[in-house]
């Protein structure tokens, strides 16, 4: 059983940074790669960021691209989000997941474990 735990989240102005982090459990972290998706009240869940297994390649929704930052350290079995120049609209609950399928990376389906979730709010 793999466990995922978000933290790092919190109430921030806008222009404010966070950094959330994602805390996994198991030996078999460092073969998967990692996801960050959010979602809104109201909204569907979406998809953020993803890391492959070895750090190598990095993806981003078009939203955070150059703001936000996604790495990972397999010797702490862990995931960041490094997160800038955060917007109003950058607010809702963060999850990170673990991918195990070839479907591409912003998909939720190609994930199977997911975290609890640590709320962002960025006021204006």
């Known amino acids: 059983q793999v466990q995922l735990v978000e933290s790092g989240g919190g109430l921030v102005q806008a222009g404010d940074s966070l950094r959330l982090s994602c805390a996994a459990s198991?030996?078999?972290?460092?073969?998967?790669?990692m996801g960050w998706f959010r979602q809104a009240p109201g909204k569907e869940r979406e998809f953020v960021a993803a890391?492959?297994?070895?750090?190598?390649?990095?993806y981003y929704a078009n939203s955070v691209k150059g703001r936000f930052t996604i790495s990972r350290d397999n010797a702490k079995n862990a995931v960041y989000l490094q997160m800038n120049s955060l917007k109003p609209e950058d607010t809702a609950v963060y999850y990170c997941?673990?991918?195990?399928?070839?479907?591409?990376?912003?998909?939720?389906?190609?994930?199977?474990?997911w975290g609890q979730g640590t709320q962002v709010t960025v006021s204006s």
């Open positions: 997941a673990r991918r195990t399928t070839g479907l591409p990376v912003s998909l939720t389906n190609g994930y199977d474990y």
């Open positions: 198991g030996r078999t972290f460092s073969f998967y790669s």
């Open positions: 890391i492959r297994w070895n750090g190598g390649s990095t």
